[in-house]
């Protein structure tokens, strides 16, 4: 894995996440060309690949089991763009101080596993 910031990963996983979310593991070939042949806006891409983003996930669920409410703030503030530590909080019922603090806390949790990893590899 590259040496790169644990924001920096949340932060692509975010995109990695909210583009990923509807696509299917199996695409018929014949949807896959009606698909590719229709005019879209364009999406942000992920500057991960897919084993990275996927590295972050497993590390999101390890923190869902460790810490359920920290794991809330960081899955909510990564994968929704553009929200706020005030609508955090508003979103899980806790004030946006809280709601920073518990976001800073998964950081730093995946920050302390992505230096364990890359000390290993």
Avoid at 45 to 71: G, Y
Avoid at 94 to 109: C, D, F, Q, R, Y
Wanted: charge should be neutral; proline fraction near 3%; hydrophobic fraction near 45%.
């Amino acid at each position: 894995m590259r040496n790169i910031s644990s924001c920096y990963l949340l932060r692509q996983w975010g995109i990695w996440s909210r583009i990923q979310a509807s696509i299917a593991t199996y695409i018929c070939p014949t949807y896959a060309l009606m698909r590719d042949n229709v005019a879209v806006e364009s999406l942000p891409t992920p500057d991960i690949d897919d084993l990275e983003a996927l590295w972050v996930d497993r590390m999101l669920s390890i923190l869902k089991e460790r810490d359920p409410q920290c794991f809330r703030a960081v899955w909510h503030y990564y994968r929704f763009d553009g929200l706020t530590y005030r609508k955090l909080g508003m979103l899980m019922g806790i004030t946006h101080v809280k709601a920073a603090e518990l976001v800073k806390s998964g950081e730093a949790w995946l920050d302390g596993r992505l230096s364990a990893f890359c000390e290993a590899a």
